[in-house]
């Protein structure tokens, strides 16, 4: 059993920034990539960033250039430091594990609770 705990949302003016941060803890193979996705209300989940081994980092075009994803020391942390936030970027933010060969990749592990996240002036 994988369990993801998110972390470091909140409530920010545009153009501000944010850093969340994800820990996993259970049994969790090397292999995998990690990645942050988000959901805002009446949307579907997508995938706004994702690392592999080594410097491989994909990113979506609505975040190219203002979010940057980064792993951890410990192989199971992954963060994402948001830059440049527009009210756009509004939505509750999850972490996962990634399998598969191309964006959008795949999640491998059930969901955790997320961190909500709320741009507005």
């Known amino acids: 059993q994988v369990q993801l705990v998110e972390s470091g949302g909140g409530l920010v003016q545009p153009g501000g920034s944010l850093r969340l941060s994800c820990a996993a803890s259970?049994?969790?193979?090397?292999?995998?990539?990690m990645g942050w996705y988000r959901q805002a209300p009446g949307n579907q989940r997508e995938l706004v960033a994702a690392?592999?081994?080594?410097?491989?980092?994909n990113y979506a075009d609505s975040v190219k250039g203002r979010f940057t994803i980064s792993r951890g020391n410990a192989a199971n942390t992954v963060y994402l430091q948001m830059n440049s936030l527009k009210p756009e970027d509004t939505a509750v933010y999850y972490c996962?594990?990634?399998?598969?060969?191309?964006?959008?990749?795949?999640?491998?592990?059930?969901w955790g609770q997320g961190t909500q996240v709320t741009v507005s002036s």
């Open positions: 996962n594990f990634l399998s598969g060969s191309s964006w959008p990749y795949r999640n491998v592990y059930s």
């Open positions: 259970g049994s969790i193979f090397s292999i995998y990539g």
């Open positions: 690392a592999f081994s080594g410097d491989r980092r």
